[in-house]
Nanobody, 126 residues
Framework: QLQLVESGGGLVQPGGSLKLSCTSSGPPLDDYAIGWFRQAPGKEREVVSCINNRDGEKYYIDSVKGRFTLSRDNAKNTAYLQLNSLKPEDTAVYYC???????????????????WGQGTPVTVSS
C-alpha cells in the first residue's frame, strides 16, 4: 500500500521560499500521478498543483502560477513543491496525494482521493 510523508513546511516571511517534499513508500511512485493540496483554517481543501506520471504534464491553479513549481524524482520516490514569492494567503497545511488518475487530482475533489500524507504546515507572516 502506498504511503506518503510530507516535509519542508515552516514559518517564512512574505516574499520568502520553501521547498516541500513528498516521499513515498510501498509501490513505485511513478505508477501514480501526484497532487499537492492545501487547506487554510476554516476553508475547504483545494488543489494547488498536479503532475502526470505518464507524460509529465503539470497543472497549477492560477493563484500560484509563476510562483510554485512541482517536480518529481521517481528514482527517489519523491515529489517536490517549490514555493517562491510566498504571500500570507498561501498560509495553509499542505498535503500531497497520489492517484493513478491524473484527471482525478486535477478535478480537485479531495473526497474521491484515498492516498494522502499527513500534511506539513506553511505559515507566511512577518
Amino acid at each position: 500500500q502506498l504511503q506518503l510523508v510530507e516535509s519542508g513546511g515552516g514559518l517564512v516571511q512574505p516574499g520568502g521560499s520553501l521547498k516541500l517534499s513528498c516521499t513515498s513508500s510501498g509501490p513505485p511512485l511513478d505508477d501514480y500521478a501526484i497532487g499537492w493540496f492545501r487547506q487554510a483554517p476554516g476553508k475547504e481543501r483545494e488543489v494547488v498543483s498536479c503532475i502526470n506520471n505518464r507524460d509529465g504534464e503539470k497543472y497549477y491553479i492560477d493563484s500560484v502560477k509563476g510562483r510554485f513549481t512541482l517536480s518529481r524524482d521517481n528514482a527517489k520516490n519523491t515529489a517536490y513543491l517549490q514555493l517562491n514569492s510566498l504571500k500570507p494567503e498561501d498560509t495553509a497545511v499542505y498535503y500531497c496525494a497520489a492517484d493513478p488518475l491524473y484527471s482525478l487530482l486535477v478535478a480537485g475533489d479531495y473526497r474521491y482521493l484515498q492516498t494522502w500524507g499527513q500534511g506539513t504546515p506553511v505559515t507566511v507572516s512577518s
